[in-house]
């Protein structure tokens, strides 16, 4: 279902109301815990992990590990760590041809000259090296390195806001900042289906993530808020 924003002077209304500014139109957001970065959003997880289990990781948390597209981006996770780390290239299927993760990634590789890829059958899988200046290494699957996610950033204007919250269906309760942060945390959590946020009187905002929608519960559990905007709801 396409989103649209709450009509101009409520939104204004609310805007003042819970002391958040952020615009329907432009602003976008990452989730807590992720940087913002080139119009995506980026995370270093904790340990390290092998191939498949950072691959998996980054998929568990809304986002994909990370494919370097250009010299600029490449340089930005550089940045990011000195430690080795896997970048979502494998030539798995077919041994010499790699693979990038996501498609977007444009062909651009950064192999370590002259010798690199050279493992053959036995290095299916690309790090990116920060002691190399950035390039890239094959290395068996297998390996124990960290892992950078990569996702995109999230704009409100792709959810639907009512002045209304549904009930019964929480997956777990957040502080949040404003309307737009607690559409981005839904958004990077594959079980969440909508969202509440609640304003109370204190400038407390409560965000909770709802595991359905409104035309998935009850008609009882969708409730109409009281008070104007004390609850937004949002799905997409």
Known sequence: MGGFCLPSVLLILFT?????????????????????WGGSCYKLLKGRLNWHEGRLKCRELGGEMVAPSSPEENNYI??????????????????G??????????????????????????????ELVPSWS???????????????????EVKLKQWRLLASCLI??????????????????????????????????????????????RYEADRTQFVKSKKPFTCIYGER
């Open 168 to 213: 019964g269906h929480t997956l777990r309760e957040i502080q949040t900042s404003n309307v737009h942060a607690c559409a981005t945390e839904c958004h990077y959590d594959p079980r969440c289906r909508s969202f509440n946020v609640h304003h109370f009187g204190s400038g407390e905002r409560i965000c909770q993530l709802n595991s359905r929608t």
């Open 97 to 126: 041809q790699w693979d990038c993760t996501p498609a977007d990634n444009g062909g651009y590789m950064n192999w370590n000259p002259p010798s690199e890829p050279n493992g053959r059958t036995r290095e299916n899988c690309a």
């Open 78 to 95: 550089v940045n990011k760590t000195t430690d080795r780390l896997w970048i979502n290239c494998n030539d798995l299927e077919i041994e």
């Open 134 to 152: 950035g390039k890239w290494n094959d290395d068996p699957c297998s390996k124990i390195v960290h892992v950078i996610c990569k996702g995109e």
């Open 16 to 36: 003042i109301r819970v002391s958040s500014a952020y615009s329907c139109n432009l602003q976008m957001l990452c989730p807590f815990g992720w940087e913002s």
